[in-house]
């Protein structure tokens, strides 16, 4: 890791570079708002582009000009607005944690049209918050001002020089491709805007050619933050030297050039890297799948839902009038109104008073329950944990939640009940559920992964709750291998999480189960021990972990 | 803004393939591309709009109309010859309106003239040509199930606000997204003729030349476009020649078992799969500039055209594409 001071110094260089090349898109900064982030966005001010606030709730009209409604009706003649995107312009997205990828979609277009730039203000407390990948990606710089103090950020802005044309090489793509590779960045996208923000760093420092700092300063802001994987120190270097030397002997007549030392490079960006780099992206995979369709349990919508309370906005396509609303709005107004301007109409309606419907949207939750009813945990947990779902059962019926059912035992899992709300017929079948046998660890994850994709596919948001104590003993195909089970089933499990399946573990062990709480940590479950068991309890550590 | 040529997309040749083939015969309908950001997905449909034919059209029609007897009367279209207009390309953002996407009442002529008019939607501008959706997979289901619905019949239906109307809304439907970002629904995928998967490249030689260009381009737009214009067009070429020669191409029964064997085999959902092999197929031994279809035709296409029609398994992660290129050596291959 870096020190402060030099983070705010690379902040200041990012925007520095983004002066000199427009088309680098924009910046993703990550903080929140505070001294630090202000400093820096007064900065802002000395790029010669104008800025513009985009609030996250602006609508089409807004973004792309279109008919000015209120303003059409008071004058009585067609008023249009001019659309943001219109003039080349600088874009700031404050919240851009919250963005829908609605917006993301029409900016990320806006960028590829290369008028605009777009400075994006991350400001999401949890790693999964973030801004939209597409938009993310279109973004060459990512920088975090969260934990540089008021006292680093001291260094100014100082002034550009003049935008210069730089040369850069075939050696130049060359080492920066090879870099991106070694850091496990998959977006050519990135390797492009590193090789322009290389060329700017070289104007900004008055030279006519891409040196290697400017790759090193370039790679550290434009490549670092998308790394994937922590680079190796080169082993198979023998192999990679020798193209180097080749085309630098072809190179030769392009004029004496350095060959660029990858390792330094490497080195350089390792620095920065973050030592918790697979955490990240683990977080980053975790944002991805709460995008995804039906996913949000709870979010506002302007079209459908339980009904919210109006609220003033202006009228475009998308939003619904609430005409009883707006016109409670206007009604204390109407004297005076109506002194001010000709008596003939019956209401003086101004925009200020149109009032917008909100709906609150929900998307079913769906609770699939995979219980594990082998010999082992049949003898004194198997009622506890019927107890447990039953008490839950309860709860959901009250939450209008869908619950599935999944039992496995012997050789094989069973899906006992399919996703339902009849809480009558999962009694039942709970009830008779039978207990003995081996324990098929794995076949029971993926039978309960496959409701719950199903579940998913119909817009619900599911969550898998597994009650075992851990024991597999039963491979996936219904041998009793102790280690191979063990190993099919936290392949299962890995399968669930990539499906970005919410997970519940509850080990119903007389012990904690450490294999178990592995299997939670690579379902990226919360695991809840449960020695001792009842049902009261179960059912309080699973509401606990839902809400 | 210039759109980057078609043909200076490096590799990617399946994506490149898909698209030029649904220009051979819209028929296709359709591609899914799924893959990577920053593979060049969206360059490539929107260099694939510079590359194709232009069309005939009545100026002034909403819906492109190729004579003025097809123009819709609600559209109030002057009368005047057909024009060469470049085909059609237009985007679906997400989180568009469904008043956007199938037209709506003109709220701007109610209120000002106090007329009932409609106002042509996206479906209407896309109609003869492409409609293009980034991000699919995130698309709300709402606007999905309206695609669906009119990708099928090939006619816009508007029944509200006191307005019937009905337009053709005839397009080539070219979806992109990133499937770790959601699942599309298997009967959206269905709708798609043909399905390729992109991956950034892997070798450093295909990267730096990926930049290079990508560089060039943005250099000097213009210069670039010209050395590559001649590509762009002999592609051009191919594809009219190719739409001629499509009528006349033949396909030998043998062929057609060949086909009908390599479905059963992967077990397909519904005889979708049959047909777009076939024309698929057709489409690129035409592009060929064959008269006869082979089953190396078949065999180049079979895995873009099934590939998203088998029945998936959530936990099979190789990925479909892989089982589709064993059946087909097995089948073919024999």
């Known amino acids: 890791m870096i020190d402060p001071a030099q983070r705010w110094g690379q902040a200041l260089l990012a925007l520095k570079l983004l002066a000199l090349e427009p088309r680098l898109g924009g910046i993703v900064v990550r903080a929140r708002a505070g001294p630090v982030r202000d400093r820096w966005l007064d900065a802002l001010a000395r790029l010669s582009m104008p800025a513009r606030k985009v609030p996250l709730n602006i609508s089409d009209d807004q973004l792309f000009g279109g008919l000015d409604l209120a303003a059409t009706l008071t004058a009585g003649r067609e008023v249009r607005s001019k659309g943001l995107l219109e003039n080349a312009s600088l874009l700031i997205v404050p919240m851009a944690e919250r963005m829908e990828p609605g917006l993301a979609a029409r900016l990320g277009q806006a960028l590829d049209d290369g008028n605009q730039c777009l400075i994006a203000l991350d400001e999401g407390a949890e790693e999964s918050e973030g801004l939209p990948q597409a938009l993310r990606d279109r973004l060459a710089f990512h920088i975090d001002l969260d934990e540089i103090a008021c006292g680093d950020a001291v260094t100014g802005f100082g002034t550009l020089p003049e935008p210069e044309i730089v040369s850069s090489f075939e050696t130049d793509i060359r080492a920066i491709a090879e870099l991106a590779q070694s850091l496990g960045v998959r977006s050519t996208r990135a390797t492009i805007h590193c090789l322009w923000a290389a060329r700017a760093h070289a104007a900004l420092h008055r030279r006519r050619s891409v040196r290697p700092e400017d790759i090193e300063a370039a790679a550290i802001l434009a490549l670092a933050p998308r790394a994937t994987r922590i680079p190796e120190p080169l082993s198979e270097d023998n192999s990679a030297p020798e193209e180097t030397q080749e085309t630098d002997t072809q190179d030769a007549d392009e004029g004496a050039r350095l060959e660029i030392p990858k390792e330094l490079l490497l080195d350089a960006v390792r620095a920065v890297l973050p030592t918790d780099i697979l955490a990240q992206v683990a977080a980053r995979r975790a944002r991805k799948g709460a995008k995804g369709l039906g996913a949000g349990s709870k979010r506002v919508s302007n079209r459908r839902g339980r009904p919210l309370p109006s609220r003033a906005g202006r009228l475009d396509t998308k939003a619904r009038l609430d005409l009883v609303a707006t016109l409670r709005a206007a009604a204390p107004w109407q004297r005076i109104r109506k002194e001010l301007v000709d008596r003939s109409r019956p209401v003086e309606i101004r925009g200020s008073d149109i009032r917008l419907k909100r709906f609150e949207e929900k998307s079913d939750r769906l609770l699939v329950f995979a219980v594990d009813a082998s010999g082992s945990a049949a003898l004194a947990r198997l009622a506890e944990a019927k107890g447990a779902i039953e008490l839950l059962l309860a709860e959901a019926y009250a939450r209008r939640d869908h619950v599935a059912l999944v039992s496995f035992r012997g050789a094989q899992a069973e899906v006992l009940l399919p996703p339902t709300r009849s809480l009558v017929q999962t009694k039942r079948r709970l009830a008779a559920l039978p207990g003995g046998g081996g324990t098929p660890l794995a076949a029971g994850i993926e039978a309960a992964t496959l409701i719950a994709l199903q579940g998913k596919a119909r817009g619900m948001t599911p969550t898998l709750v597994l009650l075992t104590d851990g024991r597999a003993n039963v491979a996936l195909d219904g041998e009793a291998d102790r280690k191979r089970a063990a190993a099919d089933a936290s392949h299962m499990a890995r399968a669930a999480l990539a499906q970005g399946i919410e997970g519940l573990v509850i080990d119903v062990g007389k012990r904690p189960e450490r294999a178990l709480r592995t299997l939670a940590e690579t379902m990226d479950a919360t695991y809840v021990p449960m020695p001792r068991a009842n049902a009261e309890k179960l059912s309080a550590a699973v509401t606990g972990a839902l809400d | ?334």
């Open chain 2, 1 to 334: 803004m210039t759109a980057f040529p078609f043909s200076a997309i490096v590799g990617q040749d399946d994506m490149k393939r898909a698209m030029v083939l649904t220009a051979v015969d819209p028929s296709i309908g359709g591609v899914l591309v799924f893959g990577d950001r920053g593979t060049g997905k969206s360059t490539a449909v929107r260099g694939l709009a510079a590359l194709l034919p232009p069309i005939m059209a009545v100026p002034g029609c909403p819906v492109n109309s190729p004579t003025y007897a097809e123009c819709p009367q609600w559209a109030d279209v002057d009368e005047a010859e057909p024009f060469a207009v470049p085909t059609p390309v237009v985007d679906l953002p997400l989180g568009v309106t469904e008043d956007r996407v199938t037209g709506a009442l003109d709220i701007e002529k109610a209120l000002t003239q106090g007329e009932k008019a409609f106002q042509a939607g996206l479906l209407a501008r896309a109609n003869r040509g492409y409609l293009y959706i980034d991000e699919v997979n995130l698309l709300e289901d709402h606007i999905v199930d309206l695609l669906l619905d009119v990708a099928q019949t090939g006619e816009n239906v508007v029944e509200r606000e006191g307005m019937s109307i009905r337009h053709p809304a005839r397009f080539v439907l070219v979806g992109s997204g990133n499937p770790e970002e959601g699942e599309l629904r298997p009967q959206l995928l269905d709708r798609f003729g043909l399905s390729v998967d992109v991956q950034s490249p892997k070798d450093i030689g295909t990267r730096v030349e990926v930049i290079r260009r990508r560089d060039d381009f943005e250099r000097n737009p213009a210069a670039f476009l010209h050395a590559w214009e001649l590509e762009d067009s002999d592609t051009r070429d191919q594809i009219i020649s190719a739409r001629e020669l499509l009528p006349q191409v033949i396909t030998p029964p043998a062929v057609l078992e060949r086909c009908a064997a390599l479905c059963l085999a992967l077990g397909s959902d519904g005889l979708r799969g049959e047909l777009t092999l076939l024309k698929a197929g057709r489409a690129l031994a035409a592009f060929e500039g064959r008269k006869k279809m082979t089953e190396a035709h078949v065999a180049e296409v079979a895995t873009s055209a099934l590939r998203h029609r088998l029945r998936r398994d959530p936990l099979d992660e190789a990925g479909s594409g892989t089982r589709v290129n064993r059946v087909v050596e097995e089948v073919l291959g024999a």
